[in-house]
Structure formats: C-alpha cells, structure tokens
C-alpha cells in the first residue's frame, strides 16, 4: 500500500469513529431525556385517568412529581445547549458584583427546599463582594451538590467548606459517597467522561465539563480528591478581583 493509500485509509477510520461518537451520543442522549419524559408522561396519564377519584393531596403528590421531571428535563436540555454554546465559543458571562456568602446560603436553602432527604452543612465564611456571574457560579454549585447526593446513595451528609486567601475564593463539596478510582480523577472534568460505577447512575458526562469551562473562563480553578468507597470532595476557586 502507497503513502496515498495509507492516508485515505487513516482518513476514513477517523470519520468512522467520529459518526460512532455521534451514535453514542445521539443514543445516550436520547435515553437520558426519555426516562424523565416516560416518567412526566406516566404521572400525567394517571392524573387525567383517574381526575375525578383521586384526593387533593394525591393530586398534588403525582403533579409535583411531574413537575420534578419537567425540571429534570429541562435541566438536561440547558446543558445540551451549554455544551453547544461552549463548542461555538457563544458562552458569554454576565459579570456582577455580588456577595458570595448570600450565594452559597441561598444555594444550599435550595437544595434543601429539593431534597427533602438531604443534609448539608456549610463550614466556614466568605462574606466578601466578588466579581463574577452569579447564575453561573450557582449553576457549579448545583452541579458538585448534585452530584454529591446522586453518587452517594446510603449517605446523604454532605459539608460545604467554604475559604478566602488573600486572591481567591475557594469552595469544597465533601460527600460520603461512592468515590473514584484515583487513575480517573484526571480525566473526570472532560467532555462525556463517566465513571462505570457499579450501580445504576443516570447522567450525560457533561456537568464537570460546563463547571470547568465556567470556572477557568472567570480566572479559577478546579479540582478533586476522592478514596474509592468512602466519598470525594470537589473544589473550585475564583479571584476576587475580575478576570472573565
Ligand atoms: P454525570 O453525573 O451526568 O455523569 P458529570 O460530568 O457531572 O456527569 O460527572 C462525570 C462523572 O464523574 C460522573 O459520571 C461520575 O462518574 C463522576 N462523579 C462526579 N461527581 C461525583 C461524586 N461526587 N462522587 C462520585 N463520582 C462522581
């Protein structure tokens, strides 16, 4: 085989491995709405079926099931259209000052006010003004909380350490849950990166990767440590001073 040859060749494995990537991440995607969506659409069946029978607090029972997939649903489908935004370089950050003490109270009230069953502590103060976009700082902050309770599934004690140095904010979610394998801690922020933990853990791969951009494009950083069975803690820090 000619040098022309062995290029066409290498040239077609490439775009064969990229429509496979494509496949899987139409099929992956595609799974990932359809549970929610399965889910929303069972609640609304019983809820017309049985309008008339059904007494008002099942009533309320099965629509605010429903509207925790219709949120799940279009959480899901934000993040779809963050990685599309990250990928035509659109993520564009409305900066603000504001204070970041008031976002980590008000953030884990939230969670709370969500997760019935969860129990989170916040250690610590930063109560300082910083420079930043609010929602999408909450936004990290949603994701390493969330994901702290969906991979610690008999443990849901989480603290929240909360720092400030001289430049820098600096922010640590700490679970008791199922940890990683320290050989995948590196590659735990890329694009689609899962785990193949046992159980049954429903994601896209796609969260670590939209904090990280979000964080390195306001100047931080971002990181983990975790022991495999006894939890992980993910951290992120910002400047103080302006830098997106
Ligand atoms: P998703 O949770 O949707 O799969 P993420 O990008 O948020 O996507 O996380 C990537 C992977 O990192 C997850 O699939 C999971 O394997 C691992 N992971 C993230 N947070 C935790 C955590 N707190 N404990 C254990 N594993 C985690």
């Given at each position: 085989m000619?040098?022309?040859q062995q290029n066409l060749l290498k040239e077609i494995e490439v775009r064969k491995a990229a429509e496979a990537q494509k496949d899987d991440f139409i099929a992956m995607v595609s799974h990932e709405l359809k549970t929610p969506l399965t889910s929303l659409k069972g609640y609304l069946q019983l809820l017309i079926m049985h309008a008339d029978n059904l007494s008002k607090t099942e009533t309320i029972t099965y629509l605010d099931t429903a509207n925790r997939q219709a949120n799940k649903?279009?959480?899901l489908v934000n993040d779809l259209l963050d990685i599309s935004k990250i990928e035509n370089g659109k993520l564009k950050f409305n900066l603000r000052n504001f204070n970041f003490q008031?976002?980590?109270v008000n953030t884990i009230r939230m969670m709370?006010?969500?997760n019935t069953n969860c129990n989170i502590i916040l250690n610590g103060?930063?109560?300082?003004?910083i420079e930043a976009d609010e929602m999408r700082i909450e936004q990290?902050?949603?994701n390493y909380?969330?994901?702290a309770l969906k991979y610690s599934p008999k443990n849901h004690d989480i603290t929240v350490d909360a720092e400030q140095s001289a430049n820098f904010v600096k922010v640590t979610v700490t679970d008791k849950g199922i940890g990683i394998p320290?050989?995948?801690h590196h590659k735990l922020f890329d694009k689609f990166f899962r785990v193949d933990a046992p159980g049954h853990f429903q994601g896209m791969g796609i969260g670590l990767y939209i904090c990280a951009e979000i964080i390195k494009r306001h100047g931080g950083t971002y990181g983990v440590s975790s022991v495999p069975g006894s939890g992980s803690s993910f951290y992120f820090t910002l400047p103080l001073q302006k830098q997106a």
């Open positions: 000619n040098t022309i649903l279009n959480s008031q976002l980590l709370k006010l969500v103060s930063v109560d300082t003004e990290v902050l949603i909380l969330s994901n320290p050989e995948m």
